[in-house]
Every structure is written in structure tokens, then in C-alpha cells.
Nanobody, 129 residues
Framework: VQLQASGGGLVQAGNSLRLSCARS????????MGWFRQAPGKEREFVAA?????????????YGESVKGRFTISRDNTNKNTVYLQMSSLKPEDTAVYYC??????????????????WGQGTQVTVSS
């Protein structure tokens, strides 16, 4: 499985940005796909994830506490291979490298980075005050 993240950049506080993650390679019948972030000097932080299947459009959505109400994760249900992270009301503390991730739904707590099998290369998000 390969993950290609895009959409990072520099924005002012209060503005919005949308990240995309395209998945390719092995087909996964069910999976959890989402985002972690890591700021300089800090541990990786769970941002958001969704539990989806390859045959249905619905899913189960999870958010980290620091982004609830501001970020929205969604999947392109046309091809089911792309996940988006819509980030609104951005704050300087949202500045980090954002990583796209994928794992099996059975491999443990979705908030634990160690449970994820596949990681994208990361995209930088910088929010200026």
C-alpha cells in the first residue's frame, strides 16, 4: 500500500486548508485511514481517522480532541481511494507535519500510531498568527 499526501502549505490563523491522501496498491476490504501530525519537539498526535469498507459508502469517524469541531475527515466515495482532511479555523498550534496513515480495523486503538501499518511521506502545514 502506498500513500501520497498533498495539500499542505502556509496559511494565516483562522483560515482553512484541505489535505488529500491518495491510496494505491493492495486493495483493502476494510481499513482505517486517517491522519497524524507531529510538531517539532513533540510526539505524534492523532488527528482524525475513518473506518471504511470497499463496498459501502458509510464509515465510522474519529477525531482527536484538539481538532473536534474544526476539522472534518471524509472519503471520496467515487473511487474510495482518497481521503480528505478539511481543516478550518486553523490555529498556530496546528502547525505540524501531517501524515496520512492506514491500518487494519482489527489492529488496535486508532489513536495509537504504533498500530498503523502504512504511512505517507508527510505534508507540512504552517499556520501563521
Amino acid at each position: 500500500v502506498q500513500l501520497q499526501a498533498s495539500g499542505g502549505g502556509l496559511v494565516q490563523a483562522g483560515n482553512s486548508l484541505r489535505l488529500s491522501c491518495a491510496r494505491s496498491g493492495r486493495t483493502l476490504p476494510t481499513y482505517v485511514m486517517g491522519w497524524f501530525r507531529q510538531a517539532p519537539g513533540k510526539e505524534r498526535e492523532f488527528v482524525a481517522a475513518g473506518g471504511w469498507s470497499s463496498w459501502s459508502t458509510g464509515g465510522t469517524i474519529y477525531y482527536g480532541e484538539s481538532v473536534k469541531g474544526r476539522f472534518t475527515i471524509s472519503r471520496d466515495n467515487t473511487n474510495k481511494n482518497t481521503v480528505y482532511l478539511q481543516m478550518s479555523s486553523l490555529k498556530p498550534e496546528d502547525t505540524a507535519v501531517y501524515y496520512c496513515v492506514v491500518k487494519s480495523p482489527a489492529s488496535g486503538d486508532h489513536r495509537d500510531p504504533k498500530t498503523y501499518d502504512y504511512w505517507g511521506q508527510g505534508t507540512q502545514v504552517t499556520v501563521s498568527s
